[in-house]
């Protein structure tokens, strides 16, 4: 952690500050019309609150609102906040019986459960009690050290206007007020923790919720302590809602953000009871989705647990809902019409979704995958919920497949984790494709992400010995090359990335080993048998799954879905004839063909790489006036992301496109061409498609800034405009991208795009009438 402690620090940590913001210049923000702030800038709206009186909301404008995002992103990465803050914090972890998790609503109800008196304080008027002032303050003191101009204009682009609010209040809606607020608390934190600690309390804060509980009632007057809390509350600029204050003790029901602490975690009887009733009524008495629907709005009164119709859906025949308005006079919401098939899936997942908050709060605190067998401290009660819930995902599973609900298999994928679930519904765990153990490099992974700190340096050290297709999406993401952000590192180390080089170990299994079954039919006609298929396609995704592009993680994953479906539905023995197209296997068979036109190419056939991939890329970026193709050899047989080749062109040729416009050009003639080879089996170079220039050489307009005497090596500048960087992130799970040519400071460079790594080259002989411009290649490991 980088805490300026003495004037020296504060110079230096200020110079780091002012080159993470050195966007916020007055210069730039008045060319990109964001400087002075108005209320134009912002658009204010209300909503209503659960007691019937209005909360102000404001809509930032969309070049704000991304300045806004960058400052919450430095100062989240640069700052810590409070460890009793809860609300808002999107990497910190919270560690409670040794178990790791996310903080939010759950670890701040956690944090009170089986105590003897709860505590809870509302502070009023929140966000705007939270004015300029009080921010421009902050950001000059410890550990920020901003000048008076810097903190200025950083307070006046998180704060709102005097036009739309005379105390100048972080605007609720702007992506930056949550972090301000907890950057503000951060002290009033540390004053209630050490209160807490002093009286052998616990505390924690989540927003405007302030919590207190404590088993040591002796200790402790509840009376006396809330006037306590008042004081600190006063003292550091804010105002206590008394209408929300509430002791409550073990006797009566506790509720801590929504959730009651009693005895574990539980929601509230009435919200359980409704979401039971709910599913009931959808398994045993209405036949169609529609009619659940409309149930629900010829109800009597309609309060928070009864709503079970998402958001926005109103009442009518035909299937309608709200959405934001497009004008800025009124500010209501305008209607549009919706399709039945998406009102059907809409209404299906926020079912489930109330279903999955309701198994979080009974689950938590519990080890994941858990077995009640094995967890003998789950008390009775827990038990009890946690069962009560499984049954409630066993209900869902049955009227998804009695009203065809597209959502069966999200529950398949739960059973793995949920041992009873297994046998509510009869499920094999074998034919699961969610990969739950991860590999030991997996696992050593993660741990090194969790032991970072917020040195940047950490960070590049552990970039450079993280594997080298995390690299390739770690430099993607980074704004200033080798210098990167704890958020992208562990959101790639625990969702995963795409690796080529896994992906195509899948294709190679799709092409010629056993799950080439897929596309051909069976040696004796009677068709394949689909659980054989399954588990071979379990055992050869399952470890692969988080390094598939999204597009073939799709397209697999419906296969698994359809197989798993067809063997619910007909038993172990069914079997698939592709040729034999039935009602039972039709929706199976085109999950097959979908994900055989996402990746196979043929040889002298029309689904051809000239066909399926660079006539269509040159017909959507408009260049056919511009490109000539080479076709020789452009008909191989080959197994590849289709998708990723052909966009990932399509937008290197808008970007040529637009360059070419600088170009005096040969009109006798097209000033590129395209080239195809394919693999070689003896030097193992692997697939590229080459463009070239034609009849001169290939300017750019552009420093690299390289080190002098250089031959090779990583260039810190980024080079990539908004063409480019699409087209490295669609051909990341296919390979890299390069380009070469004369630069400003360096001719003769070739500089893979992907890699941000460049080498000198030859020149190229001044007779020779083409010269190499772009490279798409496929994956090669250093």
């Avoid at 094995?374 to 409630?392: A, C, G, V």
């Avoid at 298929?533 to 799954?545: C, D, Q, R």
């Avoid at 590849?640 to 040529?656: C, N, P």
Wanted: aromatic letters at 8%.
């Amino acid at each position: 952690m980088l805490i300026a402690t003495n004037k020296r620090d504060s110079i230096k940590r200020y110079k780091l500050i002012k080159t993470s913001f050195q966007y916020l210049e007055l210069d730039d923000l008045k060319q990109k019309n964001l400087w002075p702030i108005t209320p134009k800038h912002y658009f204010k709206f209300q909503i209503s609150k659960k007691n019937g009186s209005k909360r102000d909301l404001v809509s930032v404008d969309s070049k704000l609102k991304s300045i806004q995002t960058s400052i919450k992103e430095e100062l989240e990465e640069k700052y810590p906040t409070s460890k009793f803050a809860h609300a808002f914090i999107s990497n910190n972890l919270d560690t409670l019986d040794d178990i790791v998790r996310p903080k939010g609503v759950i670890s701040n109800a956690l944090a009170h459960t089986n105590k003897k008196v709860v505590i809870s304080i509302d502070l009023k008027d929140f966000f705007p009690t939270i004015s300029f002032p009080r921010v421009l303050g902050m950001f000059k003191q410890q550990p920020y050290f901003f000048s008076n101009k810097q903190a200025s204009i950083l307070a006046s682009l998180v704060c709102l206007p005097k036009g739309v609010d005379a105390n100048r209040g972080l605007p609720q809606g702007a992506p930056s007020s949550p972090l301000i607020s907890n950057l503000i608390c951060n002290k009033i934190d540390k004053q209630l923790g050490q209160l807490a600690k002093k009286l052998d309390c616990i505390y924690t804060r989540y927003a405007d919720d302030i919590t207190f509980s404590t088993n040591n009632i002796n200790r402790v007057k509840p009376s006396a302590l809330v006037n306590e809390i008042r004081k600190h509350v006063v003292r550091n600029g804010f105002e206590v809602n008394e209408e929300k204050t509430k002791i409550m003790f073990s006797n009566q029901r506790q509720m801590v953000t929504g959730i009651v602490v009693n005895d574990g975690l539980n929601l509230h009887k009435r919200h359980v009871d409704a979401l039971r009733a709910t599913l009931y009524n959808l398994e045993f008495k209405y036949k169609t989705t529609s009619q659940g629907i409309k149930a629900f709005w010829k109800l009597g009164s309609l309060r928070s647990f009864d709503s079970l119709v998402p958001v926005g859906f109103i009442k009518g025949e035909t299937p309608i809902r709200f959405v934001k308005s497009a004008s800025k006079e009124d500010g209501k919401k305008r209607l549009i019409k919706t399709t039945g098939k998406y009102q059907v899936k809409t209404y299906a997942l926020h079912i489930l979704g109330r279903i999955l908050w309701y198994g979080q709060v009974v689950t938590t605190a519990i080890s994941d995958p858990y077995s009640l067998s094995k967890n003998s401290y789950i008390s009775p009660k827990q038990e009890r919920r946690i069962k009560k819930f499984e049954e409630m995902l066993a209900a869902y599973y049955r009227i998804a497949d009695k009203l065809n609900w597209p959502v069966k298999h999200i529950i398949l994928r739960l059973a793995n984790k949920y041992p009873h679930l297994q046998s509510l519904i009869h499920f094999d765990p074998r034919y699961t494709l969610k990969n739950i153990a991860l590999l030991v490099a997996e696992s050593d992974l993660i741990t090194k992400v969790n032991k970072l700190g917020k040195d940047n340096q950490e960070y590049l050290d552990f970039y450079k010995e993280s594997p080298e297709t995390f690299q390739r999406h770690l430099l993607l993401r980074s704004r200033f090359k080798q210098s990167f952000k704890i958020h992208d590192i562990r959101t790639l180390a625990e969702n995963g990335w795409v690796d080529p080089k896994l992906q195509n170990e899948l294709f190679e299994e799709l092409n010629t080993r056993k799950l080439a079954d897929l596309f051909h039919k069976s040696d004796d006609g009677k068709g394949h048998k689909v659980e054989e298929i399954l588990l071979e396609l379990v055992k050869v995704v399952a470890p692969k799954l988080r390094y598939l592009s999204s597009n073939v993680r799709t397209k697999v994953l419906q296969v698994h879905k359809e197989f798993v479906g067809l063997i619910g539905a007909e038993g172990k023995d069914v079997k698939l004839d592709l040729e034999i197209e039935t009602d039972l296997t039709k929706s199976a068979i085109q999950a097959i063909r979908d994900l055989k036109n996402a990746t196979r190419l043929y040889e002298h056939n029309n689904d051809t790489f000239y066909s399926r991939i660079v006539l269509p890329s040159i017909n959507d970026s408009d260049t056919t006036k511009l490109v000539d193709i080479n076709t020789s050899g452009m008909a191989p047989r080959l197994i590849t992301e289709i998708g990723a080749w052909k966009k990932a062109l399509t937008k290197v040729l808008q970007s040529i496109k637009e360059s070419a416009s600088k170009v005096n050009l040969d009109s006798k003639q097209k000033p590129f061409k395209i080239k195809f080879k394919d693999a070689n089996p003896v030097t193992g170079e692997p697939v590229t498609l080459e463009i070239f220039k034609v009849g001169h050489d290939n300017p750019f307009g552009k420093n690299l800034n390289l080190p002098e005497n250089s031959s090779s090596g990583f260039i810190q500048k980024n080079l990539l405009g908004r063409d480019l960087t699409n087209a490295i992130e669609q051909f990341l799970p296919v390979g890299d991208i390069y380009v070469q040519g004369n630069f400003k400071d360096v001719d003769n460079a070739k500089i893979n795009l992907t890699r941000h790594k460049f080498e000198r080259i030859e020149e190229m002989s001044k007779d020779n009438k083409e010269s190499l411009f772009f490279v798409l290649k496929e994956y090669q490991s250093k």
